[in-house]
């Protein structure tokens, strides 16, 4: 019951004892501090390798700074007036069409290669150094509220860093053109091809209209130029529907190819989604559009009939629209936002194809219904009215592509797209930004003070030594007589007073006194030595018996009687004296060692103390059979402990014997 209190006393840790701990263990704690800074101080000088920071800000315009429309270019392509999404502008940057660029235009793989150990070097590959590019070297971020994006390089060499930053920046901003690409830029070659053939086939059907209005005289009734305005107006719906028919498609053309060289094809392949499904809208669509441009004949487009139709064309191109993108999104294979978008424009494209071609349809169903009215005419009408009608659509034709190409002029002179702007370029730093020195060292400082308390809390844990007074006194509750070592009388005089008082204190009918040791500890025989003398100068008659056999080197021997003779000695009134009220027995080498255990011997003391005043034993340390025997019929005990000798275990060993006193030895 006694252990198990002793146990949960010492349990029982306070902020005090927290304090003695590291208190004690200065030492270790000074010791792993100092290790662990040598240690990082060595890694910053000898291991650590210099990494430079390399970086760059890019802006993502917030609109488009075009006030002209540009027509249905930004539909067509999949671009916005509003500035793309910040976070998937990061995704494109670090892209694996943009790192690929940058491996293949600074040949990485074979720097790479030159910096990896011969094993692995011939298995490194373009991909894993695109990986590599991803996950360790390159960083992007966004500035917080802004849509500025920081691109950042990390990388041991400085020069290659700065050269990584501007590839990134010249792949991105190219990649961001491509999708805000306008429809002008396919039509300004086919537009500048067109216009001197046309202007050409203008002036020749010129001619023969003068030729013949000449040589007829034909003057044209009301319903002929009313039927030739309708005519001329179908025909210029035709020529423009055709002509973004043609732009839609090399529009087409391009995203195909970009998708192609996006997932890395080597050549460019076509892809047209197809479901049951969209073959019927797609009809729908058609059959919508010849309506409506049959209704357009006979009302304005007000009319409660051509609205109503109108409604259901923007419906069916909604559908066709939401068909192509679940069929796109069903064939996308990766996450790449580069071409998740291009696949978004591809279907906003073919979406407005077919509207295109539905309406082309539609227009040349009016057509041909005017053609049928034109031949009720006589044959001289006819002949004049296609006639006029050529010349209608050549004017026609003629008038939009310098419309297309003036609008081409203004948009190649400087128009703005949402494309990214660099604001701050990027530069060489003269230091590293990796390892920060001073913020190294202090952190292995702190973490050196940390591992050097954790060392010291597990060593004060492991380590069974007692290493001062308080430890003594935490874990048996009672405070201790001090001495100092080495050990003098004159100097403990006040501490061999206090322990002879204790002695004092026994009854009549027990005056045993019993001293031993946590340890071997030699200051316990000279303190034994010490109280006997004291004791005896006081007039007490005083017996001090060895029964560890280690008083001899402190008395003289002849004085004194062997504890086989002591026990054998019939009358304790004829014991040798060995001075004035002081016997002293030794145990000797003739003395068997378990004479002191045997009850001959306990008998003998127990008798002692009708013929003494005090009587001392001592005993070999704590643990001994002797000490424990002693104890038991001893009135007081005395241990005596030491720092670095004495351990917790004897200290709890000694904690079960009665009346003990607690004798610290350390240095003065």
């Known amino acids: 019951m006694e252990d198990k209190q002793i146990i949960q006393t010492s349990e029982e840790i306070t902020l005090s004892d927290l304090f003695q701990i590291l208190r004690r263990r200065i030492g270790i704690i000074v010791f792993v501090t100092v290790i662990t800074g040598l240690i990082t101080l060595f890694y910053l000088l000898f291991i650590a390798k210099p990494i430079y920071s390399i970086s760059a800000t890019i802006k993502i315009p917030a609109k488009s700074a075009s006030g002209i429309n540009l027509g249905a270019a930004a539909v067509l392509l999949g671009g916005s007036t509003s500035a793309p999404g910040v976070d998937e502008q990061i995704e494109i940057i670090k892209s694996r069409r943009v790192l690929k660029n940058v491996v293949n235009e600074l040949n990485l793989l074979d720097y790479f290669k030159s910096k990896t150990k011969d094993k692995a070097k011939d298995e490194l590959s373009e991909n894993q150094v695109i990986e590599k590019l991803y996950k360790d070297i390159v960083k992007a971020s966004s500035q917080k509220n802004t849509s500025l994006i920081q691109i950042t390089v990390e990388l041991d060499d400085k020069q290659l860093a700065y050269n990584i930053v501007q590839s990134i920046i010249k792949n991105y901003i190219d990649i961001a053109k491509e999708l805000n690409k306008d429809e002008n830029s396919y039509l300004y070659d086919f537009v500048q091809q067109q216009l001197p053939i046309v202007e050409k086939e203008l002036a020749e059907i010129e001619e023969k209209l003068q030729k013949f209005q000449k040589e007829k005289s034909l003057v044209p009734t009301e319903e002929v130029k009313q039927l030739m305005t309708t005519y001329s107006d179908i025909s210029k719906n035709i020529v423009n529907t055709e002509l973004n028919i043609k732009s839609t498609e090399e529009v087409i053309a391009s995203l195909n190819k970009r998708i192609s060289e996006v997932k890395g094809m080597a050549s460019t392949q076509s892809y047209t989604p197809s479901s049951r499904q969209l073959e019927e809208l797609k009809q729908q669509l058609s059959k919508l559009e010849i309506e409506r441009n049959s209704l357009l004949?006979?009302?304005?487009?007000?009319?409660?009939?051509?609205?109503?139709?109108?409604?259901?064309?923007?419906?069916?191109?909604?559908?066709?629209?939401?068909?192509?993108?679940?069929?796109?999104?069903?064939?996308?294979?990766?996450?790449?936002?580069?071409?998740?978008?291009?696949?978004?424009?591809?279907?906003?494209?073919?979406?407005?194809?077919?509207s295109l071609k539905a309406t082309l349809q539609g227009l040349q169903k009016a057509k041909e219904e005017l053609d049928k009215k034109l031949e009720k005419f006589p044959e001289i009408q006819r002949e004049y009215v296609a006639l006029q009608r050529e010349q209608t659509i050549k004017q026609q034709v003629y008038a939009t592509l310098k419309a297309k190409q003036e609008e081409l002029r203004l948009s190649t002179a400087g128009m703005n797209f949402n494309v990214p702007v660099v604001i701050d370029e990027p530069y060489i730093p003269e230091k590293p930004a990796k390892p920060n020195k001073k913020l190294t060292l202090a952190v292995g400082g702190v973490l050196g003070i940390f591992l050097g308390i954790l060392a010291a809390f597990l060593r004060e844990a492991t380590d069974q030594r007692i290493l001062d007074k308080q430890q003594v006194v935490s874990l048996l509750g009672q405070e201790t007589i001090d001495y100092t070592n080495p050990f003098d009388a004159k100097k403990n005089s006040e501490a061999l007073k206090n322990t002879l008082v204790h002695t004092f204190e026994t009854s009549d009918s027990n005056k045993i006194t019993h001293i031993t040791s946590a340890g071997k500890i030699p200051e316990k025989n000279q303190i034994a030595f010490e109280l006997a003398k004291l004791s005896a100068a006081l007039g007490r008659?005083?017996?001090?018996?060895?029964?560890?056999?280690?008083?001899?080197?402190?008395v003289s021997k002849e004085k004194a009687i062997s504890i086989s003779k002591f026990v054998s000695e019939k009358s304790d009134k004829n014991l040798p004296?060995?001075?004035?009220?002081?016997?002293?027995?030794?145990?000797?080498?003739?003395?068997?060692?378990?004479?002191t255990l045997s009850p001959k011997f306990k008998e003998k003391l127990v008798n002692l103390n009708g013929e003494y005043d005090t009587i001392f034993i001592i005993t070999l340390d704590v643990s001994s059979a002797e000490a424990k025997y002693t104890a038991e019929f001893s009135a007081k005990n005395f241990l005596v402990a030491k720092p670095k000798i004495s351990t917790k275990k004897d200290l709890l060993t000694a904690y079960t014997m009665k009346e003990l006193n607690l004798l610290w030895v350390s240095k003065d």
Request: hydrophobic share 35%.
């Open 297 to 354: 004949l006979k009302y304005t487009e007000e009319a409660p009939a051509v609205k109503e139709v109108t409604e259901k064309i923007e419906v069916v191109k909604k559908m066709i629209n939401d068909e192509l993108s679940r069929i796109t999104n069903a064939k996308l294979e990766t996450q790449d936002p580069a071409l998740s978008e291009l696949y978004a424009s591809l279907s906003k494209a073919i979406t407005e194809r077919e």
């Open 541 to 554: 008659r005083t017996v001090l018996i060895d029964t560890a056999g280690e008083l001899g080197l402190n």
């Open 577 to 595: 004296e060995y001075s004035e009220n002081l016997w002293i027995v030794l145990k000797t080498e003739d003395d068997s060692d378990y004479l």
